[in-house]
């Protein structure tokens, strides 16, 4: 077995632990579910705010199934335009089989988050962990990362990873998902992202296709993801600038908040950043 192969099988392998450790975090150990209940309050309050409203109902409704179904197909159909019929397979692989495993395991494991109990109601349904939005908008994401040539892919992860994780906030804030779900669906699109990679590594190992190996630095492979990092800093900078004294209170109130906001985002990045190394040669 190709050792590209063998170490995306070993990535996929821990994004599966992962898993289990979130859900385990999130169900049973009472500063993780008041973390989760926490922050779920604090982005809802964003919420009523007329532009993150508009931006949340957005990102949401990009990735709610009757659209979904329209626009990540054609992920696929970029790999296929570009002549790798190969990765326009694993492509559809990782779309149906990341978004089935996250339906499987909402039925499978069905136990309300209980931190989530506001005054003996359960805001979020106990069907939602995983979250499916999450998953979808993690494996398109990482999908478009395999299709993409290679000189493009750094760019490509930035800007999926931060996509994701703007479909990730969206989620929690407009109320239908506690964090704990979003980190859990980006692990699962990760998880199916990382074994498709490992096929197509020894696939491509028994019977090789490329005619060019297109080299990327490290250096240029790290730089559009240091520039959304940069970019997002100073978003919420100029935000806080706007209204400090209010921005500077409400961190100071939500300071959970902001932990698992940076969590998520490190995550989204951190995983797409993973794959798109996974690739380079």
Known sequence: MAIRARWALAGAAGC???????????????IFRNADLSTYLGFMELHRH????????FFVRLCNPHAYVLWAPLVAVIAVLRGRPRVALGVGVILLGANVTTELMKHVLPE???AGR???????PATLWPSGHSTAAMAAALGLVLASPARLRPLVAALGAAFAVAVGYSLVAVGTHFPADVFAGYLVATTWTLVVVAALSEAERR????????????????APQAGVIIAAVALVGLAALTRPHDALAYAQDHEQLVAVAAAIATLGVGLSTGVMLSLRR
């Open 16 to 30: 599966m632990m992962l898993i289990v450790a979130t859900w385990f975090a999130a169900f049973h150990v009472a």
């Open 50 to 57: 007329g532009l993150v409203q508009t931006a949340t109902s």
């Open 112 to 114: 309300p988050q209980s």
């Open 118 to 124: 506001i005054n003996g109601w359960f805001p979020v």
């Open 207 to 222: 019977w090789p296709t490329e005619t060019s190996v297109d080299r990327v630095s490290l250096r240029a492979a790290l």
